[in-house]
């Protein structure tokens, strides 16, 4: 295939991925699933979704995990955190959200982008940057990953003495309404603290110079959040996060609110952004980690984007 031909793609001009020793086939150069222009040979994305899988499962282990220590009263840090209620739920938020942080620094995590939650998806599939058919992959690939997740330490609590008590007196770290107040309210907190999360993230995605502090948003927000938010509905805005502890703990009768409430608030905040009132955003690639591969798909084997001199050529598929 001649030069000319190798640079039809309006977006070949453009920084690419690249590594001496991976030659990237055509059909990956303009095959661009997270920049919402997929390749029409090329729909669904299995790589991404599977990355995307294993990273929710990420965040859910170690999530649930520091959340049940954290809390537990028959441990000696979660007695005395219990004695201290605004520093326990504020820690309780700041390990969940750095959880996330971590899924997002892992090979997978880098991979997928790293939404981790079907809101933070739907933010990016209204934006237009993520198609809907990679939004619904994207959000199956998040209940997966944290119904696995959930399973590992609920595997844990049968494998490890003493430490089955510890997860099943903690339910999971289950996200659950306050029972003294009305539904309606606790569906309108998911959809306030959703709403922020999603401005948060949005504007650090669309501003280079921020993308750095992407994925560190969650542990900063849910740390300064919970403490406000928590005592009425567990601050989850993540509907794999909440369904995962919710099967395991046998208490789903509120899943609804949970759906219902970061949803609403995924797409208003998508609607705010759209409106202006921000200033004009907008997010390149739907990634929270890892920018820079201008929607397409990574290698697992080398992630990380650097920037490509538009003179260089690529092999033809």
Known sequence: MDTDRRHEARHARLPHIHFPHIHFTRKELEDRPLAGEPHPDHPLHWKLYACEAIATAVLMIIGVTTNTLLSAPSWSVGAWLGQRPLL??????LCFGGAGTLAAMTRFGKVSGAHLSPSVSLAFSLGGQLKPLDLTGYCCAQIVGAVAGCACVAASAVLIPGWGN???AGHYAATLPNPTLDPGWVVATETVVTFGLILAIYYAAAKPRLHFIAPWIGAIYFFAMNPIFAWISGDS??????????LFDRNWT?????LAG??????????AI???????????????????HHGRVPRLEAPEATP??????????
Do not use: D, M
Request: charged share 10%; with cysteine.
């Open 88 to 93: 326990q739920t504020a820690l309780c938020g």
């Open 166 to 168: 510890f997860v099943h």
């Open 237 to 246: 805005t993540n509907f794999a996060r909440s369904l995962g502890p919710a």
């Open 254 to 258: 509120s899943l609804w609110i949970y």
């Open 262 to 271: 970061p949803l609403l608030g995924s797409a208003l905040g998508v609607g």
């Open 274 to 292: 759209k409106s202006r009132i921000f200033g004009r955003l907008h997010a390149v690639e739907a990634r929270v980690v890892n920018f820079g």
């Open 308 to 317: 490509q001199p538009a003179a260089e050529h690529f092999p033809s598929s």
